[in-house]
């Protein structure tokens, strides 16, 4: 039978407005979160990560937000701009997990001019 | 410093058929991981390995193996490809054997017919 793609939700940004994309976690002893980039036909690009041991870091461009208490990430973009068109992949590990990254299923920004 | 690296970039194989897939991880970095992309699927751990060896496995049935040589250097392997494994291979390497960040090469694309 046909096979039935992951739906990925799709957020449409105004070339210079800023992005929140959300993600939620599933595993409680998760302890590193990152978020990751990836451009049609190229792996997933690092953007940034934050430890469970902080709430709030901040990049260039880039802030991640780590809501413990409801297991939740988000990253925000300043001033979203053509080139930040891509998917957006929150992935968590554990102390224990030895490797793996658990990812999500993915967020497609598009930048409209 | 260069990437990470994958070859090949393209292969198509028919079933039945066995495939091995090579990683060179960024230099100085001694832990190489592999996933498995599907659209179905999204993004899926397949196996880890840190100074040659196998500390971590996915999901995925034993047909999937890996290796890792003395020079950090990894390769995949897939026995008796099925019309499934069709996907995106990406490998992802790190400094060290705890958590940080991992970098991924840009894939390999494995078409099975």
């Known amino acids: 039978g046909e096979s039935v793609g992951l739906h990925l939700p799709t957020l449409s940004v105004q070339e210079g407005d800023n992005s929140i994309i959300n993600c939620a976690y599933s595993n409680s002893a998760s302890d590193y979160f990152i978020w990751y980039k990836q451009e049609s036909g190229k792996g997933p690009q690092f953007i940034i990560d934050i430890r469970s041991n902080m709430d709030k870091r901040q990049g260039q461009r880039v802030t991640v937000l780590l809501n413990k208490t409801v297991k939740h990430l988000s990253l925000q973009i300043a001033a979203t701009q053509p080139g930040d068109s891509a998917v957006y992949f929150c992935a968590e590990e554990g102390t224990d997990s030895w490797g793996k990254l658990q990812f999500g299923a993915g967020t497609q920004v598009v930048v409209t001019p | 410093k260069a990437g990470v690296t994958q070859t090949p970039r393209y292969l198509i194989k028919t079933r039945g058929q066995q495939v091995t897939l090579s990683c060179s991880p960024i230099s100085g970095h001694r832990s190489v991981s592999w996933y498995q992309q599907t659209p179905g699927q999204g993004l899926q751990f397949l196996f880890e390995?840190?100074?040659?060896?196998?500390?971590n496995k996915g999901n995925f049935p034993g047909r999937f193996s890996g290796r890792q040589f003395s020079n950090s250097r990894s390769e995949m392997n897939v026995s008796t490809l099925e019309l499934g494994d069709s996907a995106l291979y990406l490998c992802a390497s790190r400094r060290a054997g705890g958590t940080d960040t991992q970098y991924f090469g840009p894939g390999t694309r494995l078409t099975v017919l």
């Open positions: 390995y840190f100074s040659e060896t196998q500390r």
